[in-house]
């Protein structure tokens, strides 16, 4: 049964529209099951009900006709109770309800599974029988676990018909993903394709079709040239069968194959995109039909012959295509490299459809801020491509074509952040100390944007998060110790004198270097942060040199070990640091013969170390809590995994306890302590971290004023109050709704205005 579930997955995949993959569907199971009947319902939430889509065995006049609603018949049940219906009889059934149009009296035996895809469902598979039995136990697990594996496939084909409908009809989408940074953005969609693939190709008509000819020629002319160039270059060094292979690329590649497919789309009003995917789709679909295993392998070749003209396709549009004033960039997967290429005036918003809210992408877009969306549905890029967007980063939804009242709506929204953002800007020269009296040190996690964050220093107390890797990230390779000693005393000097913590390099989890590649299967659990350099003590040493040095004369330095697990770690990074001190004053005894020794610091995100801090106060001198992994870590979610970004929760009660417990272990080893996560950034979570005595909370600079705003109209023993209240309760629910009752208490409901619901 594998291979035949394999088999349907596959041909369902293969179909180029949704109706075309349940007719295929519905077909196959029927087959596959020796059954008489089989059908699939989706639901429609618009209006409650579900719809018949396809069937083998009930009237074909009844598809897109007959409907029952969600509570209604043996369908409603299966849909209610998330569970299968397996019936002997099931006109006996008191919910069994019958239609003239779907003419299915004939039918007893009755078995239905529900489709779910996250958490929602997606509609429901049945399959009927004339005779009176029950369907054995294998039967229904083939249909449960063929209904699991096809459940994303069916959501993904579900929206891009949507998609394709809302396009036409200039109706808006509305897709839903994970919030970011924060914000509202109106504006054009500009498209990142960083890997080619006819998935992401949107099936769209063009009016000019001679252009679309021309832009064919071009991306077959291209392609031609490439392989002819492969083939000369191959020459001599592999056997002439081998390069026997391009010939046989340049003739497919010939206007009597592939060529005339072509334009036999393009003529019929197809652009050269959808065009090529149509002929390459229907050509694999032929070749894979084959019995023959070697005509068979054929369909790698003509794949790959259309991915290398359609790459050659998008770069022809590419070149001519320019960034709108109003950017709103999609991509994939968001690199910081998509983000540098944009202007930053016209860098209006961001949209990854893969990634999470808590990604180190995802810090550097709220370093920006640059409103942003995480996670949404996983559709070609290209249904986006020059189309207006509205992407709402305070309630995680992206709004496609969106019509003049929604757009009217925004607008609105938007003056409303603004008018607010001038209120916390009014209030930048003045202390963070809140209404009764408690002074809060405000620093700055900096690093990210290395070409404007220096002209900040005047609105913070200091940096309590410099991360050095993101300078390495910027390199092509590693940074020589004088390249290193540059930079650094460029950012202790613009804060001079005030502190600046530096992290040591931390590479590994979601943060990678193009020209030191760790492939690992669970990277946030491998190999990175301090375990990285006291692997390759050249490149630590090369470091700390370079920073103690830029220290020279300043003093305002203070050095950070991130990923802290084990006191060994310490032991073992604190004997490199002494070396380095030994190593500078014997290489330079004139110039080193002093050394300001800078404080040193670790991170608290792994959980180990949470339970270490006696012993770790005895070794360093301070500590600084970073909340981003400890919560990952805590709660077991991949922040940068969108299937279960919406677990990834500061606010969870056991994350609130254990930071609340650091808190109060510090304090009782007179440990110096921050906090230098993203919760330090929230007002919400500044507030309650005040309140567990955290008086350093280290943020990006777009947080700043807005924190620093809220500071000064909350008192200490209210934010106390809360506090109590938020570490008794049992979910992240009723935390977040403890903390919005305060926010309202306290006259702060503005800050609520802009979260949609």
Known sequence: MLATMRTIVEQVAQQPSLESA?????????????????????????????????????????????????????????????????????????????SDLVQEDQYNAFLSVPIVHQRRVLGVIVVQQQAARVFSEDEESFLI???????????????????????????????????????????????????????????????????????????????????STLAASMQ????????????????????????????????????????????????????????????????????????????????????????????????????????????????????????????????????????????????????????ELIVDAYAGRVYLCPSEALKQEYAQVQHHDAKLHDQFESEHHLEAKTADGKSIDLLLNAGLDLGSELNSARYCDGVGLYRTESWFMQKGTFPSQHEQEVWYRQVLSSYHPAPVTMRTLDIGGDKALDYFDIDEENPFLGWRGIRVSLDHPELFLDQLKAMIKANTGLGNLRIMLPMISDIGEVDDASALMERAYYELQQDAPDQFSYIDKPLVGVMIEVPSSMYLLKELAAKVDFCSVGSNDLTQYLLAVDRANSRVAGLFDPYHPAVLRALNSIAQQCQNANFPFSLCGELAGEPEGAVLLIAMGFDSLSMNFSSLHKVKWVIRRVGLAACEVLLHQCLAASSAKKVHRLVREFMLENHLGALLYTQKE
């Open 22 to 98: 349940l007719v295929v569907f519905v077909s196959q199971v029927k087959k596959a099951m020796r059954t008489e009947c089989c059908s699939i319902y989706f639901a429609d939430y618009s209006k409650d009900n579900f719809v018949l889509m396809a069937t083998d065995g009930l009237n074909p006049g009844a598809v897109g006709q007959f409907r029952v609603g969600f509570t209604e018949g043996l369908v409603g049940l299966v849909a209610q109770r998330e569970e299968p219906i397996n019936l002997a009889y099931a006109k006996s059934h008191p919910r069994f309800v019958t």
């Open 145 to 227: 676990t063929l209904s699991a594996q096809l459940a994303p496939q069916l959501a993904d084909a579900q929206l891009q018909t949507l998609l394709n409908q809302d396009g036409q009809s200039q109706r808006s989408t509305t897709l839903k993903g994970i919030s970011g940074s924060p914000g509202i953005a109106l504006g054009q969609a500009y498209v990142v394709l960083p890997k080619v693939d006819f998935s992401s190709v949107e099936m769209r008509k063009e009016p000019n079709k001679l252009k679309q000819k021309q832009l064919f020629f071009q991306a077959v002319a291209a392609t031609h040239k490439e392989f």
């Open 236 to 387: 001599g060094h592999l056997p002439d069968e081998a390069v026997a292979v391009f010939e046989v690329y340049l003739q497919l590649l010939d206007a009597k194959s592939l060529g005339r497919d072509v334009e036999l789309e393009i003529a019929d009003g197809w652009c050269a995109k959808s065009a090529l995917k149509r002929v390459i789709e229907r050509l694999v679909q032929q070749f894979n039909a084959m019995q023959d295993p070697y005509i068979k392998e054929r369909a790698v070749d003509v794949k790959d012959i259309g991915l290398r003209v359609l790459h050659h396709l998008l770069n022809t549009e590419k070149a001519t295509k320019v960034y709108p004033d109003d950017t709103i960039l999609v991509a994939h997967t968001l690199t910081p490299a998509m983000l540098a290429q944009v202007p930053k005036e016209k860098l209006k918003g961001v949209v990854s459809v893969h990634g999470a809210a808590n990604s180190h992408a995802s810090i550097l877009t709220k370093a920006m801020s640059i409103p942003t969306v995480w996670g949404i549905n996983d559709i070609p890029l290209l249904q986006f491509d020059q189309k």
